[in-house]
C-alpha cells in the first residue's frame, strides 16, 4: 500500500508547473474563483500527507473576510473607494484577502517545488515504503502547515510586484484618454464642447486616482460660482446675453476646466505615464513571471534535458524583480509626482479659497452661537431675573400687612437667585470655560474627561499656553469628540493625547469602538472640521468598520507663554 501511495504523490506532483502557470496568472489579473479552485490540490495534498504520514498538519489559511457592510448613507466602502451595490466590494475584499494571505504565496511555491522534491520522496516511497512517507509528510508540513517559514519580505514584494502590474495596466486607459482629449477638442473648435467637458473630468478622476496612492493634494484652481443675472433677468457669457444660465454655466465650466494649467500637466502625464510604467513597473512584474516559469521549468529535466542556464537566469531574474521593485516603483511616484502634485501657485490658490471658505463658517457659527447666547439669556437668567423683580415689588408691598408671606417671598427669590447664577455660570462656561482661561488647553481637557461617561485616559504635556482662540477651538472640538464618542462609538476606553511640537498642535484621540465614524454622516465632525480650518487646521479620520477609531486634529501655532501645568494622568 505504501508504494502504491508513493506512485499516487509522483502523479499529484506531476501537475504542478501547469497549476503553479495558472494560479500566478490568477493572482496577477485578480481572478479569484480560480484561485480558490486551485487551492483545492494544496488542500488534497495536505491531508493525505497528514493521513499517510501520521503527522498532523494544520491549515493556514487567514479567516475569510465578511461581507462588506453599507455605510449610513448606503454605500460600500472597500479601500477608500464607495460602491452602490455589494458585489464589487466583495470581491476586492476576497481579492485582497487572497493576495495578502502567505499561505497562497506557500501555495504557489508548493507547486513550483513539488516536483521535483515530490516525485524524488515520491519514488522513494514506492521503492522503501513507508519510512519514504514519513519525509514527504514532513516536507508537505514545512511548506503547506501552519508555519511559514519564508520571509515576509518576500510576500510584500510579491504583492508590491503585482499592484504596480496593475497599476501599468491601468495606465494604458490614460492613454485612452488622452487620445480622446485630442479629438474632444476638435470638436470644441466647432461648438461641440459637451464630450471635453465630459472627458476632462474624467482625466481629473483617472489623475486624482494616481495622487492618492502617491499621497498628493489636488491642483486643480477653484471651481466657477455659478452664474448671476443681470438686473434685466438674462445672464453674461463673455459679451453675448441668454435667458437661461445653462449655457453661461457649461461655458464657465469648460474655461475653468481646460485653462487650469494642472489639467494640462494631466495630459501630458497620460500620455507619458505608460511609458515610464512599462519601464518601472511592468518590468519587474515580467521579469518575475519570466523568471518564475523558467525556473518551473527544472521539472522537465526528469524527462527532456534542457540547459541549465535557464534556471539559473530565471532565478536571477526572479531575485532582481523582488530586489528592484520596491525602488523602482518609488521612482514611479517620484515622477507622478512631479506632474500631478499642486504648484505653488495652485497651492496659493487653494489655500485663499480654503481660508475664505472658513472664515465665512466662522462668521455664520459666531452669528449662531450670538443668537443662542441671546435665546439662553432670554429664555432662562432674563425671566428669572424678570420673576424677580415683581417678587420684590410684592414684598415691598406685604412687609407691613404680612409680614409672613413677604418672608417666605424672599426665600424664593434667594432661590431664583441661585438658580439664575447656576444658568449664568453654564452659559458662561459654554462660551469660554473659566478652567480653560485659567488653567490652559491641558487642564481644560482633563475636566472634560472627568465628565465623560467613559473612561478617559489623558496624556497632555505643553510648554506653554496657546493663544486663546486656538485653545478655545481645541478645547470644544475635543469636547465634541468625546461627545461623539460616548453617544456613537460604543467604547469603553477613549485615549487623548496632546502635544505640541515645530510649531504644530496635535491632539489625537483613539477609541476601542465599533468604528464606521463619516464626516459626512451627521455626527458632529463636519463641524469639527469647519472649526478647525479657521485656523488652517485638519481633521483626519480613520475609522474602518469594526474599529477602533483614531481622529487626529492638526493646528499650525505657536506657544506664547510658559507652561501651566506639566503633568499627564488619566481622566
Same mark, same amino acid.
Given at each position: 500500500?505504501?508504494?502504491?501511495?508513493?506512485?499516487?504523490?509522483?502523479?499529484?506532483?506531476?501537475?504542478?508547473?501547469?497549476?503553479?502557470?495558472?494560479?500566478?496568472?490568477?493572482?496577477?489579473?485578480?481572478? !479569484?474563483? *480560480?484561485?480558490?479552485?486551485?487551492?483545492?490540490?494544496?488542500?488534497?495534498?495536505?491531508?493525505?500527507?497528514?493521513?499517510?504520514?501520521?503527522?498532523?498538519?494544520?491549515?493556514?489559511?487567514?479567516?475569510?473576510?465578511?461581507?462588506?457592510?453599507?455605510?449610513?448613507?448606503?454605500?460600500?466602502?472597500?479601500?477608500?473607494?464607495?460602491?452602490?451595490?455589494?458585489?464589487?466590494?466583495?470581491?476586492?475584499?476576497?481579492?485582497?484577502?487572497?493576495?495578502?494571505?502567505?499561505?497562497?504565496?506557500?501555495?504557489?511555491?508548493?507547486?513550483?517545488?513539488?516536483?521535483?522534491?515530490? !516525485? +524524488?520522496?515520491?519514488?522513494?516511497?514506492? *521503492? &522503501?515504503?513507508?519510512?519514504?512517507?514519513?519525509?514527504?509528510?514532513?516536507?508537505?508540513?514545512?511548506?503547506?502547515?501552519?508555519?511559514?517559514?519564508?520571509?515576509?519580505?518576500?510576500?510584500?514584494? &510579491?504583492?508590491?510586484?503585482?499592484?504596480?502590474?496593475?497599476?501599468?495596466?491601468?495606465?494604458?486607459?490614460?492613454? @485612452?484618454?488622452? /487620445?480622446?482629449?485630442?479629438?474632444?477638442?476638435?470638436?470644441?473648435?466647432?461648438?461641440?464642447?459637451?464630450?471635453?467637458?465630459? @472627458?476632462?473630468?474624467?482625466?481629473?478622476?483617472?489623475?486624482?486616482?494616481?495622487?492618492?496612492?502617491?499621497?498628493?493634494?489636488?491642483?486643480?484652481?477653484?471651481?466657477?460660482?455659478?452664474?448671476?443675472?443681470?438686473?434685466?433677468?438674462?445672464?453674461?457669457?463673455?459679451?453675448?446675453?441668454?435667458?437661461?444660465?445653462?449655457?453661461?454655466?457649461?461655458?464657465?465650466?469648460?474655461?475653468?476646466?481646460?485653462?487650469?494649467?494642472?489639467?494640462?500637466?494631466?495630459? +501630458?502625464?497620460?500620455?507619458?505615464?505608460?511609458?515610464?510604467?512599462?519601464?518601472?513597473?511592468?518590468?519587474?512584474?515580467?521579469?518575475?513571471?519570466?523568471?518564475?516559469?523558467?525556473?518551473?521549468?527544472?521539472?522537465?529535466? @526528469?524527462?527532456?534535458?534542457?540547459?541549465?542556464?535557464?534556471?539559473?537566469?530565471?532565478?536571477?531574474?526572479?531575485?532582481?524583480?523582488?530586489?528592484?521593485?520596491?525602488?523602482?516603483?518609488?521612482?514611479?511616484?517620484?515622477?507622478?509626482?512631479?506632474?500631478?502634485?499642486?504648484?505653488?501657485?495652485?497651492? @496659493?490658490?487653494?489655500?485663499?479659497?480654503?481660508?475664505?471658505?472658513?472664515?465665512?463658517?466662522?462668521?455664520?457659527?459666531?452669528?449662531?452661537?450670538?443668537?443662542?447666547?441671546?435665546?439662553?439669556?432670554?429664555?432662562?437668567?432674563?425671566?428669572?431675573?424678570?420673576?424677580?423683580?415683581?417678587?420684590?415689588?410684592?414684598?415691598?408691598?406685604?412687609?407691613?400687612?404680612?409680614?409672613? !408671606?413677604?418672608?417666605?417671598?424672599?426665600?424664593?427669590?434667594?432661590?431664583?437667585?441661585?438658580?439664575?447664577?447656576?444658568?449664568?455660570?453654564?452659559?458662561?462656561?459654554?462660551?469660554?470655560?473659566?478652567?480653560?482661561?485659567?488653567?490652559?488647553?491641558?487642564?481644560?481637557?482633563?475636566?472634560?474627561?472627568?465628565?465623560?461617561?467613559?473612561?478617559?485616559?489623558?496624556?497632555?504635556?505643553?510648554? /506653554?499656553?496657546?493663544?486663546?482662540?486656538?485653545?478655545?477651538?481645541?478645547?470644544?472640538?475635543?469636547?465634541?469628540?468625546?461627545?461623539?464618542?460616548?453617544?456613537?462609538?460604543?467604547?469603553?476606553?477613549?485615549?487623548?493625547? *496632546?502635544?505640541?511640537?515645530?510649531?504644530?498642535? !496635535?491632539?489625537?484621540?483613539?477609541?476601542?469602538?465599533?468604528?464606521?465614524?463619516?464626516?459626512? /454622516?451627521?455626527?458632529?465632525?463636519?463641524?469639527?472640521?469647519?472649526?478647525?480650518?479657521?485656523?488652517?487646521?485638519?481633521?483626519?479620520?480613520?475609522?474602518?468598520?469594526?474599529?477602533?477609531?483614531?481622529?487626529?486634529?492638526?493646528?499650525?501655532?505657536?506657544?506664547?507663554?510658559?507652561?501651566?501645568?506639566?503633568?499627564?494622568?488619566?481622566?
Amino acid at each position: 500500500m505504501a508504494r502504491l501511495r508513493g506512485l499516487g504523490l509522483v502523479a499529484l506532483a506531476a501537475i504542478g508547473p501547469v497549476l503553479a502557470a495558472v494560479d500566478l496568472a490568477a493572482l496577477l489579473l485578480g481572478v !479569484t474563483p *480560480v484561485v480558490l479552485w486551485i487551492r483545492r490540490v494544496p488542500a488534497t495534498a495536505r491531508r493525505l500527507a497528514s493521513d499517510w504520514s501520521e503527522l498532523p498538519i494544520a491549515d493556514p489559511y487567514d479567516p475569510a473576510p465578511p461581507p462588506p457592510r453599507p455605510r449610513p448613507d448606503g454605500l460600500y466602502e472597500v479601500r477608500r473607494r464607495l460602491y452602490r451595490r455589494p458585489h464589487v466590494p466583495a470581491y476586492r475584499q476576497q481579492a485582497h484577502w487572497l493576495a495578502s494571505d502567505g499561505a497562497t504565496w506557500l501555495d504557489l511555491l508548493w507547486l513550483v517545488l513539488n516536483p521535483v522534491v515530490g !516525485t +524524488v520522496l515520491g519514488l522513494a516511497a514506492a *521503492v &522503501v515504503g513507508r519510512p519514504a512517507l514519513r519525509w514527504h509528510g514532513r516536507w508537505t508540513r514545512a511548506l503547506l502547515g501552519a508555519r511559514r517559514p519564508w520571509p515576509t519580505w518576500v510576500k510584500d514584494r &510579491v504583492v508590491l510586484i503585482l499592484d504596480s502590474a496593475q497599476l501599468a495596466t491601468q495606465s494604458l486607459v490614460g492613454l @485612452l484618454l488622452a /487620445g480622446l482629449l485630442v479629438a474632444s477638442a476638435a470638436l470644441a473648435l466647432v461648438g461641440v464642447t459637451w464630450p471635453l467637458i465630459m @472627458l476632462v473630468e474624467n482625466s481629473r478622476n483617472y489623475t486624482n486616482y494616481y495622487r492618492r496612492r502617491v499621497g498628493v493634494d489636488e491642483p486643480y484652481r477653484p471651481a466657477p460660482s455659478a452664474p448671476r443675472p443681470e438686473p434685466d433677468g438674462r445672464y453674461r457669457a463673455g459679451r453675448r446675453l441668454y435667458r437661461s444660465p445653462s449655457t453661461p454655466a457649461r461655458r464657465a465650466r469648460l474655461s475653468w476646466l481646460v485653462r487650469d494649467p494642472a489639467s494640462g500637466r494631466d495630459l +501630458v502625464w497620460m500620455l507619458v505615464n505608460p511609458l515610464v510604467a512599462a519601464t518601472l513597473l511592468a518590468l519587474p512584474s515580467a521579469a518575475l513571471f519570466v523568471g518564475f516559469a523558467q525556473v518551473t521549468a527544472v521539472v522537465t529535466f @526528469l524527462w527532456q534535458p534542457r540547459p541549465w542556464w535557464h534556471v539559473l537566469a530565471g532565478a536571477a531574474a526572479t531575485a532582481l524583480a523582488l530586489v528592484l521593485a520596491p525602488i523602482w516603483r518609488r521612482w514611479h511616484d517620484r515622477w507622478t509626482s512631479v506632474l500631478l502634485a499642486p504648484t505653488e501657485t495652485a497651492r @496659493l490658490a487653494q489655500r485663499v479659497q480654503r481660508l475664505t471658505e472658513t472664515r465665512t463658517d466662522a462668521i455664520d457659527t459666531q452669528a449662531a452661537e450670538l443668537r443662542r447666547i441671546e435665546r439662553d439669556l432670554h429664555d432662562g437668567a432674563q425671566g428669572r431675573l424678570v420673576a424677580m423683580g415683581m417678587a420684590l415689588r410684592t414684598v415691598e408691598r406685604l412687609l407691613d400687612r404680612d409680614p409672613e !408671606t413677604a418672608r417666605r417671598l424672599i426665600v424664593e427669590v434667594r432661590e431664583n437667585t441661585a438658580t439664575a447664577l447656576t444658568e449664568i455660570r453654564e452659559l458662561v462656561h459654554g462660551i469660554h470655560p473659566p478652567v480653560l482661561a485659567e488653567r490652559g488647553l491641558a487642564d481644560a481637557v482633563r475636566v472634560v474627561a472627568l465628565d465623560c461617561p467613559l473612561d478617559v485616559e489623558v496624556a497632555a504635556d505643553l510648554a /506653554g499656553r496657546l493663544d486663546p482662540p486656538v485653545e478655545s477651538a481645541a478645547y470644544f472640538a475635543v469636547r465634541e469628540l468625546l461627545t461623539n464618542a460616548a453617544k456613537h462609538s460604543g467604547a469603553s476606553r477613549i485615549r487623548v493625547a *496632546v502635544h505640541h511640537a515645530h510649531d504644530l498642535l !496635535t491632539i489625537s484621540v483613539h477609541d476601542d469602538g465599533h468604528g464606521g465614524a463619516d464626516p459626512a /454622516g451627521g455626527t458632529g465632525l463636519l463641524g469639527v472640521r469647519r472649526r478647525l480650518g479657521t485656523f488652517d487646521g485638519v481633521l483626519d479620520v480613520r475609522s474602518p468598520a469594526g474599529g477602533p477609531t483614531t481622529l487626529t486634529m492638526e493646528i499650525p501655532c505657536v506657544l506664547s507663554s510658559r507652561r501651566t501645568s506639566t503633568c499627564s494622568e488619566p481622566g
